[in-house]
């Protein structure tokens, strides 16, 4: 049977059928001497699945995010997302990439506090060409889905951390990225409502989002990922290695 969901992200021979992320061979220097920040990474993730990245501070995890996130390039080796070769692309390209097809949520929200809950969560749906009524609509639906629809008109300032949280899951959804990748996404949230906040991008991947998140807390990535890669200075390491397809 034909996979439309696959042939509609538009997987080309960079990827396996079904591989929403395919890094291949990454490495990343930030400075020409010394190490580098990733040496000869390589790892995909499928379709739907969640695979949490896990290593000490200073190990990788966030650079390793951000070149999935085409927030920045590799220094070599490639980085395939919902089928397009990224590693290459200029900054507008990466941009608009960025806008259709990846949702990142952070350790502390980065939400914009001068703007309610709403227009937090419709500015990429309108910065990505969407009309205010459509962006409105897609927003009303993401903030139902997190639970916090009576938020709708207040200022983040005023929530607590999870409902924070809950809002930036929302602004990350609304253009519906094939690829949601989560930076520490508890690392600011007490344990209740961490597990809270667990519970809810487990949910999405159930529903097929797939899901990155990056931890350095064991528990999290245990009990919310199928899937767990090991990074130690820069390199897979462990049942990372094991784990690559
Ligand atoms: P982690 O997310 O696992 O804590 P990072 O990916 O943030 O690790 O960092 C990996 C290494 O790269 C660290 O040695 C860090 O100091 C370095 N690094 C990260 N970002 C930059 C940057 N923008 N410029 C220079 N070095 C960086």
Redesign the pocket.
Known sequence: MIDHSVIDHGVTDHGAPGDVIRVDGVTKA??SDGLP?LADVSMSVAAGEVVAVM??????????LNLIAGLDRPTAGTVTVAGRRIDSLGESALARFRARHVGIIFQFFNLLDDLTVEDNVLLPAQLAGASRRQARARAGELLEQMGIESFRDTYPARMSGGQRQRVAIARALVNQPEVLLADEPTGALDTATGQEIGRLLRSLATAGQTLVL?THDPEMAERYAARVVH?VD?RLAGAGVGALR
Do not use: C, N, R
Request: charged share 5%.
């Open positions: 930030y400075q920040a290593g000490p501070s200073g190990s990788g995890k966030s650079t390793l990056v990074i820069g």
